[in-house]
């Protein structure tokens, strides 16, 4: 019996060793400030007040990790973007200048990205059109396994706050668009697919994507 609780109890040091050894810090690249002109004032009753601290810059992830989306495939509600094309989703630019972002039709449009295999994600980043202080409306990310996102459907970020598009009131805040984007929990859900909507922004009615970014270890 003893020797069999000190075998569990190596075992065990042993995988927290390789586990603590197997993480590592994953750093976020990004684009230079584009801020210009007079900022438009965001009205919305979910927006949350800019705070620097909260901004996420680096984070732990398993090593390996990687960002997924790179160059993967691009489909959306709007096929014929009014700016752009989509493969500027996932090019690995995030800058907001002209000629780095996709311009999708008004109202209620969606991306999403084809990761090629089921795998367990860690992180999302996303910029929307950071050159104007503004905030997009109605913001909610999914994964799932099923292309058409009938079933197994996750929901990691949801700020339509009165429930809009009929997915389901959210509770998570609106926030005014910066070169920093936005970091998202993947809370290492497994999936294929990564569909990301919005319905405007609080300029006009148009919806914009920089980049995406999805982090974790490809699968085998």
């Known amino acids: 019996m003893k020797h069999t609780t000190l075998a569990l ?7 927290t060793s390789v586990s603590a050894q197997e993480m ?13 002109g007079t900022p438009v004032p965001a009205k919305l009753p979910n927006l949350e007040q800019p705070d620097p601290s909260k901004i996420i810059k680096s984070f732990q992830a398993p090593k390996g990790t990687v960002n997924l989306a790179l ?24 800058d907001g200048s002209d000629g780095c972002f996709v311009e999708l039709a008004p109202g209620p449009q969606w991306v999403q990205i084809d990761l090629g ?3 367990t994600i860690n992180k999302i980043a996303t910029w929307h059109y950071h050159k104007q202080a503004q905030a997009y409306v109605d913001v909610i990310i999914q994964v799932s396994d099923d292309k058409e996102f009938k079933t197994g459907v996750t929901t990691l970020f949801n700020s339509d706050h009165d429930d809009t598009l009929k997915m389901g009131a ?11 984007g936005r970091v998202i929990d993947g809370k290492n859900t497994k999936a294929q697919y990564v ?26």
């Open 24 to 36: 590592e810090e994953i750093k976020i690249e990004f684009p230079k400030p584009m801020f210009i």
């Open 170 to 180: 959210g509770a998570d805040p609106a926030y005014i668009e910066t070169n920093h």
């Open 195 to 220: 569909r990301l909507y919005s319905n405007g922004n609080t300029s006009n009615e148009m919806n914009h994507y920089c980049e995406v970014a999805v982090y974790g270890v490809p699968g085998k």
């Open 9 to 15: 109890a190596a075992i065990a040091a042993l995988s």
């Open 71 to 94: 160059e993967k495939e691009v489909t959306s509600s709007d096929p014929a973007p009014i700016i752009g094309e989509l493969t500027l989703v996932t090019d690995g630019d995030a």
């Open 117 to 119: 295999a089921s795998t």
